[in-house]
């Protein structure tokens, strides 16, 4: 895993960028992307940047990467009509796109006690304390699964969806998905959902980036940044 | 008489039984027409999941004319990353797997199992007040470090086993649960040590992070004032 921690890898993007146009002028969306970068590194949140070309999404705090996750796949996935459908143009890129409501603010259990009693004295022993009908300590609560396919909404319109598997593409799931959807819709349970930027990735990496997508929670997403 | 009452050479039966295969295949194919024309039917009202690979359009306002200002823009943005990025000793919690890593000029040093926040919401019954059990994102600062720490309970504390929280301060003193050491790293947040070291490992603080006796006897002498702390 440290590999990723030790990799405290901002490089230098001017040579990159200035590389890329061969020593005379910097590539304008890396300049663009470094800027935005730079932006979100002088704050001391959390943010993650999204490489579609590498495939990979990075959690970083002040140009450092903390972690990296590996794709399996991007897909821009939205709800069409098997024939005649229009597909939603591209987030343009570079940008920085914000989480408005994530799993890391839902996905939250809730303890409250019924009632409360005295607290026992610090050198007092608390076995007379009732316990049948008054509230007992918290036990060690047991750990949760954490869900690892959820939809973030974003600030530009878009959902963010983690998954570990993308939808099936091919006739006849397409077919088996929209004969589905219809009789959901015919029964009133049909959903209108915004198109998603879709990360496909392992079960722990979608695991381990929920309780990350939280409201305010950027995204900076750009091609080839390292 | 006798002629008319001869049997006619006719099977009566076998026509009916010829019929049969027709009728029921007449009735699948009425079946399959109807199956097939109902999902053809909500198969045209329902809208699935169709994906296309992302392929992103540049931003417009990336551009600049002037190539030299282009370099000046990508050197400050430079500069900027470099002034915040750490350096020399800094610490990285992991939330999730639990771990606590010690870097030191770009090399670990240490790797310890932690224990960080459950992220449940607890509610005061009296009046609804709410307290989330989450260990901070982003980048904190080592404040303080104490040998032989006290936590003075806070409310949440008591709560959470169902108590009142004290009028008394006195009986909020308890200087055992946090160990050895303690550094602080504002808010209330502490990295610390436990009782419950078989707990090490899973989320089931309050938002501290809790380590065992000798990673946090050496995170407390590695880590000076000041060195940073990245979590997520």
Same mark, same amino acid.
């Given at each position: ?12 993007? %001017? ?155 091919? !006739? ?13 819709? %015919? ?11 879709? %990360? ?27 | ?14 026509? !009916?039984? !010829? ?32 994906? !296309? ?180």
């Amino acid at each position: 895993m440290l590999r990723s921690v030790l990799a405290s890898t901002f490089t230098s993007l %001017l040579a990159v960028a200035s590389a890329r146009a061969g020593e005379s002028t910097p590539d304008p969306a890396l300049v663009a992307t470094a800027e935005m970068e730079a932006t979100l590194a002088k704050r001391p949140a959390v943010y993650l940047v999204l490489d579609p070309t590498r495939r990979v999404l990075e959690i970083r705090a002040r140009g450092t990467v903390l972690d990296t996750i590996q794709l399996r796949g991007i897909e821009l996935i939205s709800q069409q009509p098997l024939f005649g459908g229009r597909h939603p143009v591209a987030p343009p890129m570079p940008a920085i796109w914000t989480v408005t409501d994530g799993p890391g603010d839902r996905d939250r259990e809730v303890l409250e006690p019924e009632s409360l009693r005295p607290a026992p004295k610090p050198d007092q022993d608390d076995s007379d304390a009732p316990s049948a009908d008054a509230a007992t300590p918290t036990p060690t609560p047991p750990p949760r699964e954490t869900p690892s396919s959820y939809r973030a909404t974003l600030g530009n319109g878009w959902d963010l969806w983690i998954t570990e598997e993308l939808p099936s593409q091919g !006739r006849w799931g397409l077919f088996t998905a929209a004969v589905r959807d219809g009789l959901a819709r %015919l029964r009133g349970q049909g959903q209108d959902l915004p198109p998603a930027v879709t %990360l496909a990735m392992t079960r722990e990496d979608a695991q381990r980036l929920h309780h990350l997508l939280r409201s305010g929670t950027p995204i900076l997403v750009a091609s080839d940044i390292e | 008489m006798n002629a008319e009452l001869e049997p006619l050479d006719v099977d009566l039966g076998a026509p !009916r039984r !010829r019929r049969w295969p027709v009728v029921l295949g007449i009735l699948l194919a009425v079946a399959a027409l109807l199956c097939c024309g109902s999902a053809a039917v909500l198969a045209r009202v329902g809208r699935p999941y169709v994906a !296309r690979p992302y392929i992103a359009t540049a931003a417009s306002d990336t551009g600049d004319a002037d190539p030299d200002r282009m370099v000046r823009r990508a050197a400050l943005a430079e500069k900027e990353i470099d002034k915040v990025h750490p350096k020399g000793v800094y610490i990285v919690v992991d939330t999730y797997r639990n771990r606590l890593h010690l870097i030191d000029k770009g090399k670990e040093i240490r790797t310890a199992i932690c224990s960080t926040g459950t992220g449940i919401v607890l509610r005061d019954p009296r009046n609804g007040r709410r307290w989330v059990f989450d260990t901070p994102m982003g980048e904190r600062v080592v404040e303080r470090k104490v040998q032989h720490p006290v936590w003075a309970k806070p409310d949440w504390a008591f709560i959470e086993d169902g108590y009142l929280p004290p009028k008394d301060a006195s009986e909020r003193f308890d200087n055992q649960s946090l160990g050895d050491y303690a550094l602080y790293i504002g808010d209330g947040y502490i990295i610390h040590g436990t009782l419950f070291k078989s707990l090490l490992g899973r989320r089931v603080t309050h938002g501290c992070i809790r380590l065992g006796d000798e990673d946090l006897e050496f995170v407390y002498r590695h880590a000076p004032i000041g060195t940073r702390v990245y979590l997520y």
